[in-house]
């Protein structure tokens, strides 16, 4: 036998008897900054790829919802944060070991790159405000300009895109002290779910049918490569050490084993692969609703899951014996 | 660097928890939250057991994962020393230290919201005394020093007896040591 027990209480709020820092708010911000990269990246790819007339929804108005999503998770992530008001201090230094820091100055860069998108496109896709915008000289230059370097800021647009998805990744996996998490496949794992949710809402979203059959293809390539990826990341969990291996066993048989298999890889991956298969060879039209909606189902559950799985690792695990039951069982009837 | 450390002898330690209301005191750390705690370790099979007490703390690691990953600065080394410190004032609270210590020896201070953790009592060590929990061991069973200093005790303690760190697989080098 061996047992270690907690003899002094240690209930430090968040941290025993697990750790439980990061709930949906961290969940959400990762998800909606994954969204927010996908969307980047597909804007700026049917600009490079001229395919305005196949993808106008993509081609014009897409890039509207980024700062929108990413402005959604910025709040959620700001709401998980225990000492609020000091959060300028993410703007007060660069640490060049921290991915948090990297994301924080990333975030920074999105904003200018997603309006620049945004302007390039707004007069075919906001015909409205057409009116109010070249009323005045400047935001009509501005607008101008944009026009005419709408290559230029899509080819900055990618790599934004790229960084802003596949570090809030490596975020995680940086983190050795929570075996889950860490392994290098994180990266590209939650930048490919991020291009997948990103397709499945311009799936969801465009009224234009080439539109919806170009992204509904391009998502089942993402489905099919992220579910490669879940596969490589399970393997080297699989293949690593006793630590690895314990975390591992949370999802094959431990608690977060139906939450993984059924809500994340079943449906959020299977079943919209599936569906989504089907409607490519013209079956279950009436279905083509639901394939894009499991998607984004699924990009959030694999957010909510690793934040929870990851976390449940550890390298140390005490039980305490001074549990909240025993000392009811202590008080007098 | 000056390289602080502190030896615990598990052959008399007791259990007692001394360490930890002197901890409680000398910080003011509010009700509810623990800097330190001890841990019974029981092995064997009855009536052959074997028991060893642990006062565990922040380990004050020289490769410390919970600085490398902050993204403010606020997690920090003290005056060149390995003794890791929290700038209450540069924290946000997001809590990656929390999730980068293999030991979970850090905590969310309330009702401030920003981290706290084992200082090393490093406000005692600059006057030349030991922390509040080597103070008060009454079993003597706790040592503080620089490993730098060969003459240091705990250097000595370290040359002379059986020792082990917790989880050195880490990799964050922990520095405090346990005889055993």
Known sequence: MKEELLVTARSNELIDPGLHIWTWEVAMYLFLGGLTAGIMIFAAYVTLARKDDEAPFAATQLALLAPIALSLGMTTLFLDLEHKLFVFRFYTAFEPTSPMSWGAWILLLIYPVTTLQILATLRRGFPVVVPYVDRWSIPRAVIDWCENHRRQIALVAVPSGIALGIYTGILLSAFSARPFWNSGVLGPLFLISGLSTAAALVALVSREKREKEMFTRLDLVLISAELALVGLFLISLATGTAKHIEALQSITGGPYTMVFWVLFVGIGLLVPLLLEMLEMRGVGKSLALLAPVLVLIGGYALRQVMIDVGQDSTWTRYPSQYSAEMLERMEPN | ?180
């Not at chain 2, 509810?32 to 052959?48: A, C, H, S």
Request: aromatic residues 6%; glycine residues 6%.
């Open chain 2, 1 to 180: 660097m000056t390289r602080y450390a502190m030896v615990i002898d598990t052959k008399t330690c007791i259990g007692c928890g001394d360490c930890v209301v002197a901890c409680k005191t000398e910080n003011k750390v509010p009700d509810g939250l623990n800097r330190d705690w001890i841990v019974e370790l029981t092995r064997g099979t009855y009536p052959r057991l074997e028991t060893e007490f642990r006062s565990e703390r922040c380990n004050h690691c020289s490769n410390p994962t919970c600085v490398t990953l902050c993204p403010t600065g606020a997690s920090h080394l003290w005056n060149q020393t390995n003794i890791v410190l929290v700038d209450a004032d540069k924290c946000t609270g997001c809590k990656a230290c929390i999730a980068a210590c293999p030991y979970d020896a850090r905590l969310v201070m309330h009702p401030d919201g920003y981290v706290d953790k084992c200082t090393f009592c490093h406000h005692r060590v600059e006057q030349g005394l030991d922390p509040a929990c080597v103070s008060s061991c009454p079993t003597r069973c706790m040592h503080f020093g620089s490993l730098d200093d060969p003459g240091s005790s705990v250097s000595e303690l370290l040359q002379t007896r059986k020792y082990k760190v917790l989880n050195p697989e880490t990799g964050n080098e922990p520095n405090v040591y346990y005889l055993t």
